[in-house]
């Protein structure tokens, strides 16, 4: 079994729509999470950095951490079609620099 | 902006070649990390550094060495290139204990 598990998609949802993209993951010594957005032919881009648990908003996305369930989402508010990506959860411990990232999810907005 | 930089963005070589991917950062980073990306296993840690000269293994070392003589660069190469090392590199830098900054990556194909 994975440390983390993403659902690969393909999503598929209107333009304006919520987005919600999930990871779960089983090692309870994870501390630190992230998300990273990856367009076709580039990097992955951090998107999101949170701590524990809790939500962080940013604009049109907030990141949610629920460390009892060993959860973690992404929500994307009226989404676009420039939103269009692959979206990577990652996690670390609290100490050493390693990640573990999902698989990632692909998302097609559709205008 | 931080910009870490992969030296190509398409490469092609044989089987048995000694392969060199290079990356470089510019905001004094001392970690520096080499991924590949692979569809359906996401991001594979292949090696580390946290400072010059200092490297450590990731999960799937074999068939690869690093080297990196200064601070803002670090290298990948690839011993003897085999069909199964054709993937996506990605290079990232990171201070201590924050996140990952990535480059866009190295399509390499061994024929």
């Known amino acids: 079994q994975k440390e983390v598990e993403q659902d690969p998609g393909p999503l598929s949802v209107p333009e304006g729509a919520i987005v919600s993209l999930n990871c779960t993951y089983s090692?309870?010594?994870?501390?630190?999470f992230m998300w990273y957005r990856q367009y076709s032919r580039k990097g992955p881009e951090l998107l999101m950095y949170?701590?524990?648990?809790g939500n962080k908003e940013d604009g049109r996305f907030t990141a949610q951490v629920d460390k009892s369930s060993k959860y973690i989402s992404l929500f994307i508010r009226d989404s676009q079609p420039s939103d269009s990506a692959t979206y990577l959860c990652?996690?670390?411990?609290?100490?050493?620099?390693?990640?573990?990232f999902g698989t990632g999810t692909r998302l097609a907005v559709r205008p | 902006d931080v910009k870490v930089t992969q030296s190509s963005r398409y490469l092609v070589k044989r089987t048995g070649e000694k392969v060199f991917l290079e990356c470089v950062q510019d905001?004094?980073?001392?970690?520096m990390f080499w991924y590949r990306q692979d569809p359906g296993l996401g991001l594979r840690l292949i090696y580390f550094s946290y400072d010059v000269k200092m490297k450590e293994k990731g999960d799937i070392p074999e068939g690869y060495s690093v080297s990196r003589e200064k601070k803002e660069r670090f290298s990948l190469i690839l011993e003897s290139a085999s069909t199964n090392q054709t993937s996506m590199y990605l290079c990232?830098?990171?201070?201590?204990?924050?996140?990952?900054?990535f480059g866009d990556g190295t399509r390499l194909s061994i024929l």
């Open positions: 090692n309870s010594a994870f501390q630190y």
């Open positions: 905001m004094d980073h001392e970690n």
């Open positions: 990652a996690m670390k411990k609290s100490s050493g620099d390693k990640l573990t």
């Open positions: 949170t701590y524990s648990s």
């Open positions: 990232a830098s990171s201070p201590p204990h924050q996140p990952q900054h």
